[in-house]
């Protein structure tokens, strides 16, 4: 069964220095996401991504985040400048289709980013 | 420096027994409300979702019930088995807003075997 993969699984790094998050959508999806979730709490909306453009952003991806979609299969999610509030479990998600009805999104495992 | 998070509330329920899951929602504008499934480790896992003209909706051993009226949703699991500990979320999505799904705190749940 296709699935939305993630790599690493853990990142470790020190505040201020730049992470790239990768992501691997299911191959025929056409729209991407990413979320954040803090530890014990409830999965936040990053950005919408759809035909290389971002679609929709949440108040908490600002300047120094950035999508890209480098080649056909990854999505990536850069930090420029880590701070210790970003520390949290990033999952990407996609679906096949957008629109006004909701689509299943599939999630990926997540990435556990600890900022130090 | 002190870190605080939220202390998800739990259902404990006892294998074979039927779950309940309540979940309330601010948004009158919701199009759609979706519950998802996160066990540990892992993304969250699609479950049930419901469009807001329809009060109730089944799926395999899950029924999910919509209360426009209170602004309130629930998840019901028939013959609650072990695999299906789990944290439980409710989610919205408004037609407009590109497939964002806002997720609300969730509920743990525990099956006792």
């Known amino acids: 069964e296709p699935e939305v993969t993630q790599t690493p699984s853990h990142q470790v790094t020190q505040m201020g220095q730049e992470v790239i998050l990768r992501c691997v959508p299911i191959?025929?999806?056409?729209?991407f996401y990413w979320y954040r979730q803090i530890l014990g709490q409830k999965v936040e909306f990053l950005v919408s991504?759809?035909?290389?453009?971002?679609?929709?952003k949440s108040e908490i991806f600002d300047d120094q985040f950035s999508v890209e979609r480098p080649d056909g299969s990854n999505f990536t999610l850069k930090i420029r400048s880590t701070k210790l509030e970003d520390s949290a479990m990033y999952f990407c998600?996609?679906?096949?289709?957008?629109?006004?009805?909701?689509?299943?999104?599939?999630f990926g495992p997540g990435t556990r980013l600890t900022v130090l | 420096g002190e870190s605080v998070g939220l202390h998800l509330p739990t259902l404990s329920v006892q294998e074979g027994d039927n779950s309940i899951i309540n979940c309330a929602y601010s948004?009158?504008?919701?199009?759609?409300f979706i519950w998802y499934k996160q066990e540990s480790g892992k993304g969250p896992q699609f479950i049930i979702d419901?469009?807001?003209?329809?009060d109730k909706r089944q799926g395999q051993r899950v029924t999910v019930l919509l209360n426009k009226t209170v602004k309130h949703l629930s998840l019901q699991i028939a013959a609650t088995q072990p695999g299906d500990s789990a944290v439980y979320f409710c989610?919205?999505?408004?037609?407009?807003?590109?497939?964002?799904?806002?997720f609300g705190i969730g509920t743990k749940l525990q099956v006792i075997p």
């Open positions: 991504f759809y035909n290389n453009e971002i679609s929709e």
């Open positions: 989610a919205a999505m408004n037609s407009g807003g590109y497939q964002k799904v806002t």
């Open positions: 998600a996609s679906t096949l289709r957008g629109g006004v009805t909701y689509n299943e999104q599939f």
């Open positions: 191959s025929n999806h056409l729209y």
């Open positions: 419901i469009r807001s003209n329809m």
């Open positions: 948004n009158s504008a919701s199009d759609y």
